[in-house]
T-cell receptor, first 115, second 112 residues
Framework: DTGVSQDPRHKITKRGQNVTFRCDPISEHNRLYWYRQTLGQGPEFLTYFQNEAQLEKSRLLSDRFSAERPKGSFSTLEIQRTEQGDSAMYLC?????????????FGEGSRLTVL | GESVGLHLPTLSVQEGDNSIINCAYSNSASDYFIWYKQESGKGPQFIIDIRSNMDKRQGQRVTVLLNKTVKHLSLQIAATQPGDSAVYFCAESLDYGNKLVFGAGTILRVKS
């Protein structure tokens, strides 16, 4: 499978615990995005990377959230001291990042449930 | 920020009929628009896109119309099939290949 892959697909955790999600983008894509989606809503932008550089972070991204893309390939999204409001689907997407190629390719998402 | 309720608008159509899903976008400076389809438990899947220098683009069974005057986007699906049942999102971007800002979505239900 050469699409965007995310791991784990489902995570159940207790409030206050830390969780980490991993995203492997399409190999030739240099841009990688993280979105969050709650039930009945469209995906909300969290952050994105151009290669290993994190170029933009949403105001939605509190300091409990940190994302990395150390070698410009896979990325991780860590949530520290989880809260029930963090329960959501975390979507990763990648793109070529070239003019005229705006399509983002999404993974299947990592669903987080905070008890 | 987003201020959308939990109840998405729903469009119910008979199999074989044409569907039209509408979207009002927010930023008059947006120059790229895209429609995604999302099935339950899956990530969004690309359908069709359009740049702001166009007002219409056709794909296979789908057409996107853009009206910049009223900041309106529509997705037309011809001969709707049961497999088209999903949530449809429009998204806008300030430049190609940059982050997308998504709308609230519309549920499409196809009746056989």
């Amino acid at each position: 499978d050469t699409g965007v892959s995310q791991d784990p697909r489902h995570k159940i955790t207790k409030r206050g615990q830390n969780v980490t999600f991993r995203c492997d983008p399409i190999s030739e894509h240099n841009r990688l995005y993280w979105y969050r989606q709650t039930l009945g809503q469209g995906p909300e932008f969290l952050t994105y990377f151009q290669n290993e550089a994190q170029l933009e972070k949403s105001r939605l991204l509190s300091d409990r959230f940190s994302a990395e893309r150390p070698k410009g390939s896979f990325s991780t999204l860590e949530i520290q001291r989880t809260e029930q409001g963090d329960s959501a689907m975390y979507l990763c997407a990648s793109s070529l990042g070239q003019p005229g190629t705006g399509e983002l390719f999404f993974g299947e998402g990592s669903r987080l449930t905070v008890l | 920020g987003e201020s959308v309720g939990l109840h998405l608008p729903t469009l119910s159509v008979q199999e074989g009929d044409n569907s039209i899903i509408n979207c009002a976008y927010s930023n008059s400076a947006s120059d790229y628009f895209i429609w995604y389809k999302q099935e339950s438990g899956k990530g969004p899947q690309f359908i069709i896109d359009i740049r702001s220098n166009m007002d219409k683009r056709q794909g296979q069974r789908v057409t996107v119309l853009l009206n910049k005057t009223v900041k309106h986007l529509s997705l037309q699906i011809a001969a709707t099939q049961p497999g088209d049942s999903a949530v449809y999102f429009c998204a806008e971007s300030l430049d190609y290949g940059n982050k997308l800002v998504f709308g609230a979505g519309t549920i499409l239900r196809v009746k056989s």
